[in-house]
């Protein structure tokens, strides 16, 4: 099968759903927030075949904070326990249009595997064409796969904060602007209104259309990049709330054409409680 790209249509995915070398997996994620249980929702309807990618297990064990990034050994079993081999091309969605399926497919790219895509539009736009779904628990073969780790689309705290300083790289943050300028309460209960020091601010959601929460085409996408200030001079540091929505920033930016980027895992839920780290609040201050 030939590489579809990194995203792929309700059409795409219908005529290719029973195709052997392709997985489907709901990736959804509902904070506590919402009220929403991504589990109960995937057992009442998903796209026919479809596994769950629970980000919640496949998770650090060790880290306190959720959904951080699982070691290399333990990402390996899940997946292959997901039936998911190195030849296999694996399509992410959710339900929310687009939110937690980009962490997957950088999730899969870190760990040196490039055959996966997202569903543009995700459960929302498969049904919206009219597709059928099914309930209940589906289960795979499990199967052999290989980590190649990409060690350079992950950075962690004490980068950041050298970041920050010495300007060698930009700091993109994809929370709301309310929550970015500290005027908008948090939705992670223990972190400090504001930003990291020196960060610019698009809010992912700026990458969708409103109303069918499908990724813009990719010239819009690039003008809502480039009006916020980022530039293709130097890299950039990803960040968000949880490391969610990072990812959807990484994603538009490969669209774009600029791979020079990396995400923070931790993002505001580590950075926002930790005092010994410094915070700013407001605007974004202009980038010399």
């Given at each position: 099968?030939?590489y579809?790209?990194?995203v792929?249509s309700?059409?795409?995915?219908?005529?290719?759903?029973?195709?052997?070398?392709?997985?489907?997996?709901?990736?959804?994620?509902?904070?506590?927030?919402?009220?929403?249980?991504?589990?109960?929702?995937?057992?009442?309807?998903?796209?026919?075949?479809?596994?769950?990618?629970?980000?919640?297990?496949?998770?650090?064990?060790?880290?306190?904070?959720?959904?951080?990034?699982?070691?290399?050994?333990?990402?390996?079993?899940?997946?292959?326990?997901?039936?998911?081999?190195?030849?296999?091309?694996?399509?992410?969605?959710?339900?929310?249009?687009?939110?937690?399926?980009?962490?997957?497919?950088?999730?899969?790219?870190?760990?040196?595997?490039?055959?996966?895509?997202?569903?543009?539009?995700?459960?929302?736009?498969?049904?919206?064409?009219?597709l059928?779904?099914?309930?209940?628990?589906?289960?795979?073969?499990?199967?052999?796969?290989?980590?190649?780790?990409?060690?350079?689309?992950?950075?962690?705290?004490?980068?950041?904060?050298?970041?920050?300083?010495?300007?060698n790289?930009?700091?993109?943050?994809?929370?709301?602007?309310?929550?970015?300028?500290?005027?908008?309460?948090?939705?992670?209960?223990?972190?400090?209104?504001?930003?990291?020091?020196?960060?610019?601010?698009?809010?992912?959601?700026?990458?969708?259309?409103?109303?069918?929460?499908?990724?813009?085409?990719?010239?819009?996408?690039?003008s809502?990049?480039?009006a916020?200030?980022?530039?293709?001079?130097?890299?950039?540091?990803?960040?968000?709330?949880?490391?969610?929505?990072?990812?959807?920033?990484a994603?538009?930016?490969?669209?774009?054409?600029n791979?020079?980027?990396?995400?923070?895992?931790?993002?505001?839920?580590?950075?926002?409680?930790?005092?010994?780290?410094?915070?700013?609040?407001?605007?974004?201050?202009?980038?010399?």
């Open positions: 099968m030939t579809p790209g990194p792929v309700a059409d795409w995915l219908r005529n290719h759903l029973d195709d052997p070398d392709v997985r489907v997996v709901d990736a959804s994620v509902h904070l506590p927030d919402t009220g929403r249980d991504a589990r109960a929702e995937y057992l009442q309807a998903h796209i026919p075949g479809a596994l769950m990618f629970d980000l919640n297990e496949i998770a650090d064990p060790d880290n306190p904070l959720p959904r951080k990034v699982p070691p290399a050994e333990l990402f390996a079993k899940k997946v292959r326990e997901l039936g998911i081999g190195n030849e296999t091309h694996v399509v992410a969605y959710d339900t929310l249009g687009l939110y937690s399926a980009a962490r997957v497919w950088w999730l899969f790219r870190l760990y040196g595997h490039t055959k996966v895509s997202i569903l543009d539009g995700g459960l929302k736009a498969w049904q919206a064409h009219n059928a779904v099914e309930s209940g628990e589906n289960s795979a073969e499990p199967t052999s796969f290989t980590i190649r780790e990409q060690a350079d689309l992950l950075v962690r705290s004490t980068d950041v904060l050298e970041v920050s300083r010495n300007g790289e930009q700091i993109l943050d994809a929370r709301t602007s309310g929550r970015f300028a500290g005027t908008e309460q948090d939705r992670y209960p223990g972190t400090r209104p504001g930003h990291i020091p020196n960060s610019l601010n698009l809010y992912w959601a700026e990458l969708l259309d409103p109303d069918t929460r499908m990724l813009l085409p990719v010239e819009q996408i690039r809502k990049i480039d916020s200030g980022v530039t293709g001079e130097k890299p950039i540091v990803l960040t968000c709330g949880s490391g969610l929505t990072a990812c959807i920033l994603l538009g930016l490969h669209l774009s054409g791979d020079r980027w990396r995400v923070y895992d931790g993002s505001w839920d580590e950075w926002g409680r930790n005092h010994n780290l410094p915070v700013a609040e407001g605007a974004p201050l202009p980038q010399s």
